[in-house]
């Protein structure tokens, strides 16, 4: 399909009509879509308009944002249908539709919520999926999401994340702050503050927590902070340099990068930052920017060691690290796929750095974006999509691209500067 630009009204329909707490703070512009689109109606649920955020709107962004859907408009089909036998499928086979979502809002005692939908399938006239939610008014945007990852995981075969979240810095000023949101750019929150450079944050596997960066006491030094109690602790705080953090797949230890021996080398050090720092890499040159592996066997890196930056691969528990690219001479940035089986990158083509993706097992690479700066790449936890940071009029934003290359996103922040992007884990 031949890429077309899409501002998508529905997204803009959700901005107008969510309280201004729950406004997004990213707004995104989605540009091209999947070989082959769902053709889907999403009927306006039942009961959702005295809510203080309506269900369908939510659910509509998010297949749209993938790109892998095509909406049906469920507009004057009477009666409206909202339980199961009130569906005509002749009526959609018509529209086109393959698929139907229909559901219901019901009040609760204690200001509660049932929520229940339906996923039907138009050809074969069969519900593929129902779920019912009792919930709260403040999670009904959650609920939402929720309800999206079941229809994409119905449709696709693939997990939906739409229900995860984000992290990223935002610069204002000389104010730089640590935020959280939702997948969509909604419900942001700052984790920190601070007049110094905050960067390379990461989540741990079960999302509770953040490693970062900062440079509040003049130098960089790695901190853990927790995203339920706010509490937080230096965790390498060593003479020199402590940076570029990465969890360990059990949330125990952090890859991290010291240069308290001389160079910048890959160290292993326990996340509550007890113990003494073990030392991985063996080099003079500068190793930096480490990843685990989904299984906590492997890990990827950085380093100049042979003359230029390129990424490198090897064992936790020791050996030889191996070099992987030698297409170019600048590949930095690795992070594995959540499958294992390729990794993402920045490689630098001319005067561009661009986001790739390399197989581990046939070295094919794929260059994904044609921007003049990308950076800070970090795969979505069902390896679809492909969050990082770019720039455009001298300012940073955020977007997205698909693991294809056919889907990307363009998420802005109207008033600072964004980088630093890391997209959340799956969280059950």
Known sequence: ???????????????????????????????????????????????????????????????TRSGLFKMIDPGGITPVPHELQEIDYAQWRARGAEAVVIGTVSPLAGARYDIQFRLLDVVKQTQLAGFAYN?????????????????????????????????????????????????????????????????????????????????????????????????????????????????????????????KDGASQIYLINADGSGTPARLTQSTAIDTEPNFSSDGQLLLFTSDRGGSPQIYGMSVSGGEPRRLTFEGSYNVSPRFSPDGKSFTFIQRNGNRFNVAVQDLTTRQVQVLTD???????????????ILYASEVGGRGILAAVSSDGRVKQRLTETAGDVREPAWGPLVK
């Open 371 to 385: 921007g003049s700066v990308d950076e800070s790449p970090s795969f979505a936890p069902n390896g679809r999509m």
């Open 1 to 63: 399909m031949r890429p077309i630009k899409l501002l998508i009204a529905s997204l803009w329909l959700a901005l107008l009509l969510a309280p201004a707490g729950l406004r997004a703070a990213l707004t995104i512009e989605i540009i091209g879509a999947g070989a082959n689109q769902i053709p889907i109606a999403i009927v306006p649920f039942r009961a959702e308009d005295g809510l203080a955020q309506k269900l369908t709107p939510v659910v509509v962004a998010d297949l």
């Open 135 to 259: 919930i709260s008014a403040a999670q009904l945007r959650l609920t939402a999401h929720k309800i999206a990852d079941v229809i994409y995981e119905k449709l696709t075969g693939d997990v939906g994340v739409f229900a995860t979240r984000i992290t990223y810095v935002v610069k204002r000023g000389s104010r730089y702050e640590l935020q959280v949101a939702d997948a969509d750019g909604y419900n942001p929150q700052t984790v920190l503050a601070s007049n110094e450079p905050i960067i390379s944050p990461a989540w741990s596997p079960d999302g509770t927590r953040l490693a970062y960066v900062s440079f509040e006491r003049k130098k960089p030094v790695v901190y853990v902070q927790s995203l339920t109690t706010g509490g937080r602790q230096a965790v390498a705080n060593f003479r020199g340099s402590n940076s570029a953090p990465a969890w360990s797949p059990d949330g125990r230890r952090l890859a991290v990068v010291l240069s």
